[in-house]
């Protein structure tokens, strides 16, 4: 039974329906490591293509080009070409081809497609990672650095590592060299590699409406002329030689003082006037010479370069396009590195540890990773039973119930004066006083955090016990012989001791 195009919308509208249910169910699973959060994101984009790929068609259909849909819309209603109504003909013709069917096919079942749909919950997509990007934690642009330090544009003295901080720096380089084949395709390649890379570490990131708008963006930048490092260079309203290049022949009366202005001028003063460029110094004086009492309409043809001005026009045209094009990838560059930059900053890193090890530690470095990853794929089946919620160890598993006891973890300890913050076991209780909290704590009180106040924990008994302290120590007792205050003739204000010590020793 051929399946007929009602049927296929309705079939691709379920579909979408269903693929979009198990887009909201995967985003609502919390993976438990980067990896399986990369799996998940190229499985949400698989699904958002399936999306757009059945949109697309679904598109093609009730644009219905070839009027096939409104043909089988006024089919089920009984409609025949020719007008007449078969209402009950149509019935039957459908019924019979049910009937065939299913006596053709005695054994067909209903297929659950939600099986086939559940699988792409379950299934691990293949990303090709290399051994340096560490799957997709570090850059690699080894093949880019030599690329560069190979170029001329490039310092061949750069290293690796200098590299990566300046690679995105493009207004340092001179800018006629920019304007060279080989540093677009350097370019070239390195969006391509870091277009793949975002495309392999972020399969979420719609790259495509990232640069519509940046290329928005950058038409408006550069038809005023703000494009950063192209600033008024690539908008030459004539690119063509200017009519200041050319030669006031009325100051040269001969051919030898004319010839005295240089060749370089000469042939900038003939490219001015359309005029052929080459030959020795005197060739160039000559050809220039004739245009002083004869019009350029009435020269020889000859002495005329073969592209006309037209053509130049044209190249200086495709010139300012090769301008933009290169100005606009340096754009592109400059917003991936921005998207990277932790990235980036992690590369830098890796590299300078990398840097200071010995080729034995970088081996058992790199075997660690391998069986890190190794496990860690078989720890991700398992579900770590700990129904008494004991505390993780330093190897992620929960520590022994024994050593739980022995500690007294399941006791806690509350300090008022730490913002009544809990302490779980009595060692970690003891701990804290000499944690920035407490001391932050005993501060605001005006309290200074010593001995005398371990264990206490509320404001009220330490704001009592440091009242007794200052008792204690005779802190708020009258002491005259400190306070008392005397005056002498003069005015001089002492207490009452140094008033007696002078006094004694005539001195006042």
């Known amino acids: 039974m051929s399946s007929t195009l009602l049927e296929v919308t309705r079939s691709a509208h379920e579909d979408v329906e269903r693929l979009e249910r198990l887009i909201v169910r995967e985003l609502q699973r919390e993976p438990d490591h980067n990896r399986d959060r990369l799996f998940q994101s190229h499985r949400v984009r698989h699904m958002i293509d399936l999306i757009t790929n059945t949109t697309d068609k679904l598109i093609d259909v009730y644009e219905d080009k070839d009027s096939a849909r409104k043909d089988e819309i006024a089919a089920l209603g009984g409609q025949t070409a020719t007008g007449a109504t078969t209402l009950f003909g149509a019935f039957y013709d459908r019924l019979k081809e049910i009937r065939d069917y299913h006596r053709r096919h005695p054994s067909a079942r209903v297929v659950d497609t939600t099986e086939e749909y559940e699988e792409l919950l379950k299934e691990e997509p293949h990303i090709e990672f290399s051994g340096e990007e560490a799957f997709g934690r570090y850059l690699d642009m080894h093949e880019l650095y030599n690329e560069y330090i190979n170029s001329k544009f490039g310092d061949s003295s750069t290293e690796y590592l200098t590299f990566l901080d300046s690679f995105s720096q493009t207004q340092s380089i001179p800018f006629h060299l920019k304007l060279s084949r080989q540093y677009k395709e350097y370019l070239e390649h390195v969006l391509q590699y870091l277009v793949s890379f975002m495309e392999r570490t972020q399969p979420l990131q719609d790259l495509n409406r990232l640069f519509e708008k940046l290329e928005v963006e950058f038409e408006q930048q550069w038809a005023d002329g703000k494009v950063l490092g192209w600033e008024n260079k690539g908008l030459d309203r004539d690119p063509l030689p200017s ?93 991936l590195c921005d998207l990277l930059t932790e990235v980036i900053d992690l590369t830098k890193e890796n590299i300078e540890k990398k840097q200071a090890l010995t080729y034995e530690e970088m081996e058992a470095e790199r075997e660690e990773e391998v069986t890190q990853a190794d496990s860690e794929s078989d720890d991700e089946e398992q579900q770590i039973y700990n129904p008494l919620k004991l505390p993780m160890g330093w190897d992620g598993k929960p520590i022994p119930y024994w050593l739980y006891k022995l500690h007294g973890l399941g006791q806690e300890f509350k300090c008022e004066i730490c913002g009544n913050q809990s302490y779980w076991g009595r060692r970690a209780f003891e701990r804290h006083f000499k944690e920035w909290r407490h001391q932050h704590g005993m501060r605001c009180l005006n309290i200074p955090n010593t001995k005398n106040f371990n264990e206490i924990t509320s404001i009220q008994e330490a704001k009592e016990l440091w009242e007794k302290i200052q008792e204690r120590q005779g802190v708020n007792k009258w002491r005259p012989d400190l306070e008392e205050e005397y005056e002498d003739r003069e005015g001089n204000i002492y207490n009452k001791k140094t008033y007696t010590d002078l006094q004694r020793q005539g001195l006042i």
Request: hydrophobic content about 35%; glycine content about 4%.
């Open 243 to 335: 009519q200041s290049d050319e030669l006031d022949l009325e100051y040269y009366s001969t051919l030898e003082e004319l010839m005295e202005v240089g060749p370089e001028k000469l042939k900038e003063a003939l490219a001015a006037l359309g005029l052929k460029t080459g030959g020795t110094l005197k060739q160039r004086a000559e050809r220039l010479f004739l245009t002083k009492n004869t019009p350029l309409e009435q020269l020889d043809r000859k002495h005329f370069a073969r592209s006309s001005r037209n053509s130049e026009k044209n190249v200086a045209t495709d010139q300012i396009s090769s301008k933009k094009e290169i100005a606009l990838m340096e754009a592109k560059l400059h917003q």
